[in-house]
């Protein structure tokens, strides 16, 4: 049982939040994916009938790109055949949330990250991100592309694919293990490689961590296109099959952030935001994460950093402004927009606007939808029809930027970290945030009623609150039923 001092039980109590409005199904991941098997490649369907490319000079640009970015991730390669990029894609490649995320936040906080994990002082981050996880298997069942470093001549089926044209085999150079960390060619399944279930996995972890520390959302983003990039790297993906898995990963988050804000993101946000900011002040860095995180210079030289470059990520990452560049370049991997389909209207997805409650806690629905589609990749690039907007969200943008409402609400102007000096995610003129219809649209986005605090705000972890509510007169049954949930979530 958590026991919270009675001197400041006045100030955090309050009453528990509300019932959720409702449940979001779980997305159709073969149905959001499906672009790639109308556009770009026909999935064999028999023994006697291989799979077969459909538009040529798009699937010779996604091969192109991932034998050269697969090159310059071996290029200057010791007598061991590795470099700072191979070792660092085998690392991504083990998918351990200790490994892949922390270092996202830069070297310190990083650390005091990995640190919580390892002792268990962050067991809630660490369910968020058990149980945020997209499913790949159904979509590449659909798709059944061979992967780069294979004879892509045979089908799954033990047919012949039709290539078009294009190589059978790429010059695909292979990574050696690097300890522990091994690049698993012989164990990964062969002729299944759209879309990446690691890049899935490192969105459904990443967007969820950016979410709640949006202050660090682009250089979080930013890592997290690394962990898809490094696929690559090691040779075992297209960029297309990365572009896939962060649409799963993103709408996996829409939903788990709709359904399960109350009861698992705020909780594990408080925890996250809590632990580090304890870390922070034992050491001497500040008495809040924003104050951590300038003491540090988190947000820029001593952040995140990476300095890999290839023809998408053309500059190194170092601060907010070039992790949003660089991410947003991994969004399209350069592919062309097809000229026809620019311009269309966007409109947010359902729950993509429940992941921008934290760093915007006093905006309501419409107006966070509003910030997606100020900062969303226009229309017309690979896989945008069927993703039901999920391929076009930037999150590095979205969740760090600086709002501006006029006096009725409305949001007249977005201000992104690759525009602007941003320290993290603002609003200003917030006092008009409930004029207007605006409070009403939270409601009709089914959300759910509690009132969350972002950045610089203290963030109340709800059964955290109930023990509160209980301290000072609440009926002695809920304390039961509240210990129970609390002793099972940590037994789970």
């Keep these: 049982m958590v026991i919270v001092p009675l001197a400041i039980a006045g100030a955090l109590a309050g009453p528990l939040p509300a019932a959720r409005a409702d449940q979001l199904p779980n997305p159709d991941w073969v149905a959001l994916l499906s672009d790639y098997e109308k556009d770009y490649w026909q ?12 538009d040529v000079d798009a699937m010779r640009r996604d091969e192109d790109l991932a034998v050269e970015i697969n090159h310059l991730g071996a290029k200057g390669s010791g007598r061991d055949g590795l470099t700072p990029q191979r070792k660092r894609a085998l690392v991504d490649s083990d998918l351990y949330p200790r ?33 945020n996880v997209a499913s790949t298997y159904q979509s590449k069942r659909a798709a059944m592309h061979p992967r780069p470093y294979l004879d892509r001549s045979v089908s799954t089926y033990d047919g012949v694919n039709d290539l078009a044209g294009l190589p059978a085999t790429l010059d695909i150079r292979e990574s050696p293990s690097w300890g522990e ?32 520390i949006p202050e660090l ?43 399960d804000f109350a009861d698992a993101v705020v909780p594990a946000a408080n925890q996250l935001r809590s632990y580090l900011t304890s870390r922070c002040r034992a050491d001497g860095h500040g008495s809040t994460l924003a104050a951590c995180i300038a003491n ?9 950093a990476n300095g890999f470059l290839d023809p998408v990520a053309t500059e190194k990452v ?6 949003t560049r660089v991410y947003t370049a991994r969004m399209t991997y350069g592919f062309p927009q097809v000229k026809g389909e ?10 993509a606007a429940d992941v921008l409650r934290l760093a915007y806690p006093q905006l309501h629905a419409d107006q966070r939808n509003a910030i997606l589609k100020a900062t969303a990749l226009d229309s017309g690039y690979p896989l945008w029809r069927s993703s039901d907007g999920w391929q076009r969200i930037n999150w590095a943008k979205a969740l760090c930027a600086r709002v501006t409402l006029d006096d009725n609400g409305d949001v007249v102007k977005v201000e992104t970290a690759d525009e602007a000096s941003i320290n993290g995610p603002s609003v200003v003129n917030a006092q008009y ?34 023990l509160i509510a209980v301290a000072i007169g609440t009926v002695a049954a809920l304390i039961a039923s509240l210990a129970m949930r609390v002793r099972d979530r940590r037994e789970g």
């Excluded at 170092?318 to 992790?323: F, G, K, M, Q």
Aim: overall charge positive; charged content about 20%; hydrophobic content about 35%.
């Design 181 to 212: 960390h091994i690049p698993g060619y012989s164990n990964l399944q062969k002729n299944s490689s759209y879309p990446s279930g690691h890049t899935t996995m490192a969105y459904s972890w990443g967007v969820a961590l950016a979410g709640m």
């Design 217 to 259: 959302a682009p250089q979080i983003m930013a890592r997290t296109s690394e962990a898809g990039n490094n696929r690559i790297v090691l040779g075992v993906h297209y960029p297309l099959d990365i572009m896939g898995g962060r649409i799963g990963g993103s709408a996996q988050n829409g939903q788990y952030w709709h359904n």
């Design 342 to 351: 620019s311009g269309r209207p966007f409109t947010a997805p359902r729950g």
């Design 318 to 323: 170092r601060d907010r402004a070039s992790a």
């Design 433 to 466: 945030a409930d004029n207007g219809e605006h409070p009403a649209s939270d409601a009709a986005a089914g959300e759910n009623e509690l009132k969350s605090a972002g950045p610089g705000l203290i963030l109340v972890d709800v059964h955290r609150r109930a």
């Design 43 to 54: 999935a064999p369907k028999s023994a006697k009938q291989g799979g077969k490319v459909l």
């Design 296 to 304: 540090l210079k988190a947000g820029s030289t001593g952040g995140y």
């Design 99 to 131: 490994e892949t995320m922390p270092d996202a936040l830069g070297p310190v906080l990083g650390r005091y990250m990995t640190e919580g994990i390892n002792e268990h002082k962050l067991q809630l981050v660490v369910d968020l991100f058990r149980f």
